[in-house]
């Protein structure tokens, strides 16, 4: 493209954005309260409002109501206020927060370049309100010293004055590192990697440029709750790739606001899961990746602003990946063909309300390598029906698809959850978590609260010939049941030294109930970065090391996903009032991946949290600091 083509196109964008826009009106979720966007009592995670002294306006949609420049914190309501600009308007940037005048001259200026520099680091990260779960901010940002130097186009070697050059690792698929303009598959067997973040020495880690290889990302399907939209697209060729945004709205009204923002965009596709009735957040996070001669699946625990992705360097998160080669012209694999791993992404898929072509597409993808992997999911809403769909989501879903791996046990389990919200927990919640990474479909514990349904234990409980006595179990999970949580300490001396998106209630924590024997210090290994990570690493209880050399062990497995350590991200399992049948509640959309290590090689000498190093990097320091007389980060206490 020439220079004049440039100018052409950056006048035509300019045209475009300085046309009339219809004016924004406050029922739309514009400026409104923190009483209205955000439920305080909700037990996952929610947005942090804070103040901040970055004069830049930052454009980012959480849920359904976008961001603002400047926030106002009272003790009644938190007024999301419009962003304040001499050169821009309100109505010029719209509900998406796209601004096409600036977003054309950022993307000429990048084709002119010949290298890319990251962006400057952020004195702090702009928050907005949002109408359940998740926190954006973090309220203090690093300064950065010295010039940061240029990117290579590998995207690999970026160093800033004073630190050593990022190294990358080789070797096996497991440690492969994708280069961003890779042409055919890469992670043919699937990989779990680190987040990139600015500062620390590169390994085992990914960036978002190495995840999505633009340049010939023909079809991207992107699922996120918390968005960035002007720098999502600058990680993207918008002109020659097919976008579909699966978001949260909540309302119509919503919804038909986002589709006039995006009417000009023809390569923009918008997908809105059903928010309907006791459904709370869309908080799933998955990306489809169609390349010509393959399918990036990817399940990541960040969402899509760039703090996720350890552009600020204060945050890290964890990204399954898998390329499934595309099939010879002509061949499709029918339903009843996929591997579980496919017809569970795409039942999921489908209850979101995908485009059916999308769907059809994936049918000429060879899953075979997902056979020893497992999809987990959670559908927004209430499950019921002869069908029994309740089996096939939440934990429930969780128990059906360890059992189905072979997973299944009735010995004694050593559960570390690695997460980045708590919610209103007991020993009821854990005790179900816990049965599911036995392999246990939720009716062991339904039987236990509803002992009048007919059957016993026996002949409803999936795991195989288990008969635990209740007290027995609990015994089990108080003692092998640790939840990784940072304390109010760890946070502070983070280099953020204050964090939104992580998310605690000092009402649930100090509550009666709640297992506080569960919670540990949760410290990453990469120093003074804080997680945005859920992961659960599922062990059987092995004997004492110092009495044991025995192997580790083959059933070991973890998750990694979108869910966090709460109910609304989990479900409960009910009685249906009306049918008296088993109903399955779930608040959010949320999917994982479940990763057994014997997927990868067989059982080796190393135990504990080692046995999955090389497979799924452990990001916290093992093992864990009991809380003791320190208490958790409480967000909170910093509105």
Known sequence: ??????????????????????????????????????????????????ASNDRRPRKQMEGYAPSDNSNQVS???????????????????GILGLDRRKMEEERIARKRKLSISPPPARKSLKTSACNSVESTTLSRQPPVTGKLEKLTNDHTTSTAKGQPPRSTSSGSVINSQAKPNSKGPVFLHGTVKKTWAFGHPRQDDIKLEEVLQRDDLALAVLSSFQWEIDWLFSKLNTRSTQITLVMQAKDEATKQQYRHETSDMPNLRLCFPSMEGQVNCMHSKLMLLSHPSYLRIVVPTANLVNYDWGESGVMENMVFLIDLPRLPAGRRTELEGLTSFGQE????????????????????????ETKDLAFVHAIGGAHTG???????????????????????????????????????????????????????????????????????????????DAKVDQEELKVDIEQNFHIYFPTHETV?????????????????????TFPRQAMRDCKSVRAGVLMHNKILFVRRKQPDPATSTGPSDPKSWAYIGSANCSESAWGKLVKDRASKTPKLNCRNWECGVIIPLWHFR??????????????????????????????????????
Not at 345 to 368: K, P, T
């Open 386 to 464: 002869n069908d029994e769909p309740w089996r096939r989501t939440g934990y429930c879903g969780l128990g059906r698809a360890v059992k189905n791996l072979g997973l299944a046990t009735d010995r004694a389990l050593s559960v570390d959850f690695v997460t980045s919200s708590v919610g209103s927990l007991n020993i009821e919640f854990l005790t179900i978590l816990y049965l599911a990474a036995q392999g246990d479909a939720g009716m062991t514990e339904y039987v236990w609260r509803n002992p009048g349904t007919g059957r016993g234990k026996a002949a409803t409980s999936s795991i195989q």
């Open 492 to 512: 502070r001396a983070s280099t953020a030294r204050s964090a939104g998106t992580i998310c605690f209630q000092s009402k649930w924590y100090n509550s009666p």
């Open 602 to 639: 067989k059982a080796g000498a190393r135990k504990d949290l080692d046995s999955f190093e090389g497979i799924v990097p452990v990001p916290v320091q093992y093992p864990g600091e009991p809380y003791g007389n320190r208490k958790p980060w409480f967000y909170t206490e910093h509105l």
């Open 75 to 93: 003790d009644s309501s938190i007024t999301v206020n419009e962003p304040e600009s001499a050169s821009m308007s309100a109505s010029s940037l």
């Open 345 to 368: 992404l795409i039942y999921f898929l489908e209850a979101m309300g995908l485009e059916r072509s999308i769907i059809n597409s994936i049918y000429s993808f060879d899953f075979q």
């Open 1 to 50: 493209m020439t220079s004049s083509d440039d100018d052409e196109d950056l006048g035509l964008a300019i045209a475009l954005s300085l046309q009339d826009q219809p004016p924004t009106s406050r029922s739309s979720g514009l400026g409104k309260t923190a009483q209205d966007a955000i439920n305080l009592d909700s037990d996952d995670e929610i947005p942090l409002p804070t």
